[in-house]
């Protein structure tokens, strides 16, 4: 196997070097790393760490996986599966001999969240055919436009310090929508969910209890003595901290309590109303990230149907515009060749709704016993290819020819 090359001087005129500085604020996005105004700094590692975010982004991955991704023709006879095209087994079975279709399509899908874009290289035959996908680093490639062409390409930077060249047709891409990273957009939002995170493990590792402040009026002795009663005071407050007992101070010592602050007192309201932001960051239905504050498990077919709608669609249009600009030639999509996404199981969340569905299709004679057949996994049967409603249409009849038929087969036997 072989990825293909282009020609580095093909494009060599649209090719420019710009040097950044470490103070640029392009270098933070390069580099992976965005400040925050909250305090921490926010990476794809970090913004991982939150739960919310890690929620938003293996729901997209894992759908865009999941979801099964076919090869179709329009044709006179009507749309047919193009499981004889090469573009078929790349979207439907392996990307390449180590990793599939559906594992490259998470992996690019993430690289497009933490990075604005995912790339691979398309490798081809000796008669130009994609045979191949090779995920590359996304803070590896950087996109060119030829001045002469208006045609985008790809600059890749090796390890060796040179430059590869791809042609677009070469590179298969996904972007964010936008061509923005979410975690780059919500950073802010993402720093203060962060915060609040940090916040909670250090009040609950505090005993959830405000900090106290000895006072005393008189003035504390120094040297041995006054290490002796800062000693007593430790050991009473890691007795009460402890257990939950009373406290037992001396010597005119009084422990007073702080009380919450408001932004204590409110604490979880903060860390769900961050929850939602970064829902809205990723356009995804609070729901989704088991926020059920304003959702039932009742309305779980309604909720998928948002989240389709909302949320990944746009995720679904984008890999397979990005399918067809490297897989489909001029000449394949004029013959009516294109790839989509099988999304029927997701909009029938339960077996029950499912049965109901494929009933109503059965009945308006849309579809054959055999296609809900291979709906439900179940091997073919004779006679399931009829189109035609089983609850109106009557059991066929033997015809005179076939009468004849048996009539003289049975003289014939006697």
């Known amino acids: 196997m072989r990825i293909s090359q282009s020609v580095k001087a093909l494009f060599g005129r649209g090719i420019e070097k710009k040097s950044i500085t470490l103070t640029d604020p392009l270098a ?14 926010i990476t794809p590692a970090t913004a991982i760490r939150v739960p919310a975010v890690y929620a938003a982004v293996t ?16 044709t006179e006879q009507g749309k047919r599966t193009a ?15 180590f990793t599939s279709s559906g594992e490259l ?58 430059e590869r060249i791809y042609r677009f047709q070469d590179v298969l891409r996904v972007s964010a ?23 909670a493990a ?17 003035v504390t002795p120094e040297g041995e003595r006054g290490a ?23 010597g005119g010592w009084k422990a007073v309590m702080h009380a919450f602050t408001s932004t204590d007192s409110q604490f979880l309201e903060n860390r769900r109303f961050q929850t939602e932001e970064i829902a809205r960051i990723f356009r995804i239905p609070p729901t989704m990230l088991f926020d059920l504050t304003r959702g039932t498990w009742s309305n779980a077919e309604e909720m998928f149907r948002a989240f389709l709608v909302t949320t990944l669609r746009s995720w679904l249009d984008e890999w397979q515009d990005a399918y067809a600009r490297v897989l489909l030639s001029p000449e394949d999509r004029a013959a009516g060749y294109y790839v989509e996404f099988v999304i029927e199981d997701i909009l029938t969340a339960d077996l029950a709704t499912r049965a109901t569905t494929y009933q ?4 308006m004679g849309a579809m054959t016993a055999n296609e809900v057949r291979a709906g439900l996994n179940l091997p073919r049967m004779d006679g399931g290819d009829v189109l035609a409603s089983p609850f109106t249409t009557p059991a066929p009849a033997m015809t005179p020819a076939a009468s004849n038929d048996n009539s003289t087969a049975n003289k014939d036997a006697a």
């Open 83 to 97: 499981d004889d095209h090469p573009a078929y087994e790349l979207v439907h079975g392996f990307a390449n001999d």
């Open 28 to 41: 933070e996005e390069i580099l992976g790393s965005m400040p925050t105004i909250s305090g921490p700094t």
């Open 177 to 199: 929508p936008l061509g923005i990273s979410p975690i780059k957009v919500g950073k802010e939002a993402i720093g203060l969910a962060s915060v609040l995170e940090r916040h």
């Open 360 to 363: 109503q299709f059965r009945a």
């Open 59 to 74: 729901l997209i991955t894992k759908s865009a996986r999941s979801l099964p991704v076919k090869a179709f023709q329009n």
């Open 105 to 162: 399509r998470e992996q690019l899908s993430a690289d497009a969240i933490f990075h604005d874009h995912g790339y691979a290289a398309v490798g081809r035959n000796s008669i130009g055919e994609p045979v191949e996908f090779i995920r590359l680093d996304p803070l590896s490639i950087t996109t060119k436009v030829d001045d002469s062409t208006g045609e985008p390409f790809y600059v890749q930077r090796l390890a060796n310090g040179r």
């Open 202 to 218: 250090q009040l609950f590792a505090g005993g959830a209890r405000p900090s106290l402040v000895f006072e005393n009026d008189n």
């Open 228 to 250: 002796t009663v800062l000693k007593r005071l430790k050991a009473a407050y890691a007795a009460w901290k402890g257990n939950g007992g009373p406290m037992f101070l001396d």
